[in-house]
């Protein structure tokens, strides 16, 4: 099964990179998951409409339309999705329709990106992607890792073994 996980931030060094690394380690280990990363961070798509050439806008939409499901990690910025991550996905509409996909937002707050997550979701109907109806709400993100890489959050720990479960079982329901 061919994962496309998209890492909407694009500061180096994000919390949501750590937890969008993390559940790429875990869905090979524990679904023998293909993955393929899209950082929005190494990606550098220009301003979308600006009549600027994109020289990854063909690999990307391979990544989009090759996988079989679609997970994306995105953290809360001002109460709504990256504009970087945004700007990006706007590029691509048809690689999107009838994917699965799978939310995951992220905040160093106490409220997990709720806002984000609302609008990552409303997008996700919007392009006609099918969305999991599991999502993982990542609070306090900085302090949600060891030095090993390994989660300490309970609650985390609890959640992201669902939201994986739900989503490989509803990718492999629509492939």
Same mark, same amino acid.
């Given at each position: 099964?061919?994962?496309?996980?998209?890492?909407?931030?694009?500061?180096?060094?994000?919390?949501?990179?750590?937890?969008?690394?993390?559940?790429?380690?875990?869905?090979?280990?524990?679904?023998?998951?293909?993955?393929?990363?899209?950082?929005?961070?190494?990606?550098?798509?220009?301003?979308?409409?600006?009549?600027?050439?994109?020289?990854?806008?063909?690999?990307?939409?391979?990544?989009?339309?090759?996988?079989?499901?679609?997970?994306? =990690? /995105?953290?809360?910025?001002?109460?709504? $999705?990256? #504009? @970087?991550? +945004?700007?990006?996905?706007?590029?691509?509409?048809?690689?999107?329709?009838?994917?699965?996909?799978?939310?995951?937002?992220?905040?160093?707050?106490?409220?997990?990106?709720?806002?984000?997550?609302?609008?990552?979701?409303?997008?996700?109907?919007?392009?006609?992607? =099918? /969305?999991?109806?599991?999502?993982?709400? $990542?609070? #306090? @993100?900085? +302090?949600?890792?060891?030095?090993?890489?390994?989660?300490?959050?309970?609650?985390?720990?609890?959640?992201?073994?669902?939201?994986?479960?739900?989503?490989?079982?509803?990718?492999?329901?629509?492939?």
């Amino acid at each position: 099964m061919k994962i496309t996980i998209v890492q909407g931030s694009p500061r180096t060094g994000s919390n949501s990179s750590k937890v969008a690394v993390f559940l790429a380690s875990e869905l090979e280990r524990k679904f023998g998951a293909s993955i393929t990363m899209v950082d929005v961070q190494k990606i550098n798509a220009p301003n979308y409409g600006s009549n600027t050439n994109f020289d990854q806008e063909e690999e990307v939409a391979r990544h989009f339309g090759d996988a079989d499901g679609l997970l994306f =990690v /995105v953290p809360e910025y001002n109460g709504r $999705v990256p #504009g @970087a991550f +945004k700007n990006l996905t706007d590029y691509y509409r048809s690689e999107f329709k009838k994917k699965p996909m799978a939310t995951c937002t992220v905040s160093a707050g106490p409220f997990g990106g709720l806002n984000a997550l609302h609008d990552l979701r409303s997008w996700m109907l919007y392009v006609e992607g =099918v /969305v999991s109806p599991t999502k993982l709400l $990542v609070s #306090g @993100a900085g +302090k949600l890792f060891d030095q090993d890489n390994t989660p300490g959050d309970a609650h985390f720990n609890i959640n992201y073994p669902v939201f994986l479960e739900d989503f490989i079982w509803l990718t492999e329901k629509l492939t």
